[in-house]
């Protein structure tokens, strides 16, 4: 099967910089997503890594390391908008099905 | 252009009723998917069709659960007796194809009293 786990909660300071990890155990690894959910919102989509390596987006980065099962999402000068849930989401296995992580709560205090 | 809709936004059934839920998904998204998501929770699979191929039901939590898509567009998520433990945040997502990125509707909130 699929397990996914990323930190329940953080919270970080307007203008820094945050890094919300998550690791993954699945056979048959397609791809991993980062969504961002508000609250009442539905989830949309941050970024995607198949291959090793970061990929820059903006103020949004997402890393990946297959070797490890691991990736990470870096939130650069963070304004109080960011503010949301952030879902890691990973592709794979028998039916190479979207499994979901529980997300992170990110709060931006100033 | 018209992104994923979902009605109704917002259902009260009593415990027992019979429930459809409708998603419209983005025009020419041959993949698409439902989830559901609890109160503070994560999203849990529920179904997903692709193309015309069989769908992937691994994620339906009961057979009281079903789903269909008709002519590749449309699809309806329908729970028979609905229980209580079924209130939830239903959440429909269509993509290109199954390697894409998923957009979401904006779901539809389901209380079961």
């Known amino acids: 099967g699929q397990n996914i786990d990323q930190p329940t909660e953080m919270t970080a300071t307007e203008g820094a910089i945050v890094q919300i990890n998550c690791t993954y155990q699945t056979s048959g690894f397609n791809g991993l997503f980062w969504y961002q959910q508000h609250a009442g919102e539905a989830p949309t989509f941050l970024s995607y890594?198949?291959?090793?390596g970061l990929e820059e987006k903006g103020r949004f980065s997402s890393f990946l390391s297959r070797s490890k099962g691991y990736s990470y999402l870096l939130l650069k000068e963070l304004q109080m908008k960011d503010s949301a849930s952030y879902l890691c989401a990973v592709r794979g296995g028998a039916t190479n099905k979207l499994i979901f992580g529980t997300g992170t709560l990110l709060a931006v205090q100033p | 252009g018209a992104g994923v809709s979902q009605s109704p936004s917002n259902k009260v059934t009593e415990k027992g009723k019979d429930v459809e839920l409708r998603c419209d998904p983005i025009s020419g998204h041959t993949a698409l998917y439902w989830y559901r998501q609890s109160l503070g929770q994560g999203l849990e699979f529920l179904i997903y069709?692709?193309?015309?191929?069989?769908?992937?039901k691994s994620g339906l939590p009961s057979d009281r659960f079903s789903a269909e898509r008709t002519g590749g567009s449309v699809s309806t998520l329908t729970i028979q007796r609905t229980q209580q433990e079924d209130s939830a945040v239903y959440l429909c997502a269509s993509s290109l194809s199954i390697s894409y990125e998923q957009y979401f509707g904006p779901g539809t909130r389901l209380t079961v009293t």
């Open positions: 069709f692709q193309g015309n191929s069989a769908p992937d």
């Open positions: 890594n198949v291959l090793d």
